[in-house]
């Protein structure tokens, strides 16, 4: 099945800093989101962006599918955004579900 | 308010004994998912459904059961096969074309 790679594993930021954190596929999708976890496990639906960017705050994403990445950018970070955060495809032409990445884990320090 | 509810948010059970946890939606929404979560990793699809009296097996559906009898209503029961039950089961729903998934607080299950 589809591959999904998400980097860095774990990020540590100051309050204030921006990070970019990656998801690598190893097949074509047709269905790309972002999740965010936060420390109480809910999880919180970022992005739908099987292709090209988008933006929604202080967060945006870019989805470089010819290319079988995408990457979704904070800045000015908050303490509130730290948790987890999860990317998952669908691989195009493939079953109807969607497989998840193990996560990039943030912690932002105030 | 629309939106996903799981209940309890946190289940103890003995071994050998089966487990129902309930997930319900008012969002309208065609398609429900169960996921199963484990310390430190991501994700596993359980199973899914995308139309009432109907679902599919995800990766890892043995030991477990699901009922949709009715659209909003998806619940999942954590049989006494399932070897190692204790994890963190996620609820979600989509509609079936844009299939953003929305996901319910989840149930902290835990057998001894």
């Known amino acids: 099945g589809i591959q999904v790679e998400q980097s860095p594993p774990d990020l540590i930021l100051q309050e204030g800093a921006n990070s970019t954190l990656r998801c690598n596929f190893s097949?074509?999708?047709?269905?790309l989101q972002w999740f965010h976890q936060n420390p109480w496990g809910q999880l919180i639906n970022l992005f739908y962006?099987?292709?090209g960017t988008k933006q929604n705050g202080r967060l945006s994403a870019t989805t470089v599918a010819t290319e079988r990445y995408s990457l979704l950018y904070i800045s000015s970070s908050q303490t509130t955004d730290s948790g987890v955060y999860f990317c998952?495809?669908?691989?195009?032409?493939?079953?109807?579900?969607?497989?998840f990445g193990k996560g990039t884990k943030l912690t932002v320090n105030p | 308010d629309g939106g996903i509810t799981q209940s309890p948010k946190y289940l103890f059970r003995k071994e050998g004994q089966n487990v129902t946890l309930s997930c319900e939606q008012n969002?309208?929404?065609?398609?429900m998912y169960w996921y199963r979560q484990d310390p430190g990793q991501g994700l596993r699809l359980i199973y899914y459904?995308?139309?009432?009296?109907?679902?599919q097996k995800g990766d890892i559906a043995e030991g477990y059961s699901v009922s949709r009898e009715k659209k909003e209503s998806f619940p999942l029961t954590v049989t006494s096969a399932q070897k190692n039950p204790t994890a963190f089961y996620l609820c979600?729903?989509?509609?079936?074309?844009?299939?953003?998934?929305?996901f319910g607080p989840g149930t902290r299950l835990t057998v001894t």
């Open positions: 979600a729903s989509s509609t079936t074309s844009r299939e953003s998934l929305y």
């Open positions: 097949d074509s999708v047709n269905n």
């Open positions: 962006i099987p292709s």
């Open positions: 998952a495809v669908r691989r195009r032409g493939g079953s109807e579900k969607l497989v």
């Open positions: 969002l309208n929404h065609d398609a």
């Open positions: 459904s995308q139309i009432v009296n109907d679902f």
